[in-house]
Structure formats: structure tokens, C-alpha cells
């Protein structure tokens, strides 16, 4: 273990930035998804990227204990990105 205070490994500084990188990618398709809705063509194409070519219809079950279903993504979507919680799966 690293004591408190030195400075990350190469190896550490490279999952640092990368989870850094994700999550500001994550951040910015939350950004145009508020702001030209689940319609917008470039939405459904992020959409469909990350479901392997589909948008899945609906309803939607997530790992989540207290919410675990959802009308449709788009709605699963916009939760994931009203809480931050990118990289909730379905």
C-alpha cells in the first residue's frame, strides 16, 4: 500500500485519468441528453452504442434496489444521469 500523501504509480495515474476521461464523456452525452431529448438522433445513436445496436423497449430492470424498473431507457437514462450514476446497468 502507498503512503498517504506520496503520489500515484504510472499504473495508478492511468486508471485515474481514464476513469476521469469516462466519466466526463458520461457527463457530456447526459449534457445533450438534456437538452435535445431520448428523439434527438445523436442520442439514439449513444443509445444504441452502448445496447449493441438497440435501444431496448421497455420496461427496463436495473440493479437498483429501490427503483427497479423503468417505463422505458430513456427514462433509465435520464435517471442515470439526474443521480450521476453513469455506469448503473441494466
Do not use: M, W
Not at 469516462?22 to 452525452?29: D, E, K, L, M, V
Not at 435501444?55 to 422505458?72: D, T, V, Y
Amino acid at each position: 500500500a502507498q503512503q498517504p500523501g506520496t503520489p500515484l504509480s504510472d499504473q495508478e495515474y492511468h486508471q485515474f485519468f481514464k476513469f476521469l476521461r469516462i466519466t466526463i464523456q458520461a457527463s457530456a452525452a447526459c449534457h445533450l441528453r438534456e437538452l435535445y431529448g431520448c428523439k434527438n438522433s445523436l442520442v439514439q445513436r449513444l443509445d444504441k452504442y452502448e445496447n449493441h445496436g438497440v435501444i431496448p423497449p421497455g420496461p427496463i430492470c436495473s440493479e437498483l434496489p429501490g427503483n427497479p424498473f423503468f417505463r422505458n431507457f430513456c427514462t433509465f437514462s435520464l435517471y442515470r444521469c439526474i443521480t450521476k450514476k453513469y455506469f448503473l446497468k441494466v
